[in-house]
């Protein structure tokens, strides 16, 4: 049976959850561009002939974002509204179910249900498209939690990210749909510090081996540093 949950009061404390490599092992948005670039031939070339020079970007931090935008253009071409984009989403979550179910962190989603259960007001705030987001969760009765991601719409006969959910974005994104103090923040990522740093009690989740000490350096002392399940990162074991 699915469970119910208690409506937070509006005085509840704010958890804010990052999605992937958080809720989910993976990159999820990857995961859905890489489906359409797969499914068609052309895109494939044209994704092979564009990684000498776009593969670099994706790898440096300062250029991921532009490096990434030239894959999801190549994924993208051809829908010209997010209606078009949200049915693709839509689409590939039937589709991959099994696959995308054993992404699903179970000890990450233990502790995203003892929030709610607990009367939390709980939100999702991810780089990846919200409509993805929400339809992963609704395979584990959470689609009625609040999503915030990265907004998409046209953009050069394709669709692109016209505000990316990302670093300090994120955060004026949370406190432009009414979401203030945050009790607690689980993330991965160093571009998630804006959201770690607010939080009074920041919570690091499967981050990479090689930016453990550094989250242990900018961070508060005895913030705590978790793996939930992601086999290839950081944290100690919960």
Not at 19 to 25: A, K, S, W
Request: aromatic share 8%.
């Amino acid at each position: 049976m699915t469970e119910s949950y208690p409506v937070p009061r509006d005085d509840a404390q704010l958890v804010v959850f990052d999605f992937d490599h958080t809720l989910y092992d993976g990159d999820s948005g990857s995961h859905l561009f890489a489906w359409l670039i797969r499914r068609n031939p052309l895109r494939m070339l044209a994704a092979v002939l564009i990684t000498p020079l776009f593969g670099p970007l994706v790898a440096l931090l300062p250029t991921r974002r532009f490096g990434i935008s030239g894959y999801v253009w190549i994924a993208t071409f051809g829908l010209h509204r997010a209606r078009e984009f949200n049915g693709i989403i839509d689409q590939y979550v039937r589709a991959h179910e099994p696959a995308i179910r054993a992404r699903l962190l179970p000890r990450a989603l233990d502790v995203f249900a003892a929030h709610r259960r607990a009367g939390d007001r709980v939100v999702v705030a991810t780089g990846a498209p919200p409509e993805l987001a929400r339809a992963i969760l609704a395979f584990v009765a959470h689609q009625d939690v609040p999503v915030v991601g990265s907004e998409v719409g046209p953009r050069l006969g394709a669709m692109g990210a016209t505000r990316h959910c990302h670093n300090e974005e994120k955060m004026r994104m949370l406190r432009e749909r009414g979401y203030g103090a945050i009790a607690i923040a689980y993330s991965d990522s160093t571009a998630d510090l804006p959201l770690l740093r607010a939080a009074q009690a920041p919570v690091v989740v499967n981050p990479k081996h090689s930016r453990v000490a550094y989250f242990r350096r900018v961070l508060p002392a005895g913030t705590r540093i978790l793996n939930w399940g992601c086999a290839e990162r950081g944290g100690e074991p919960a």
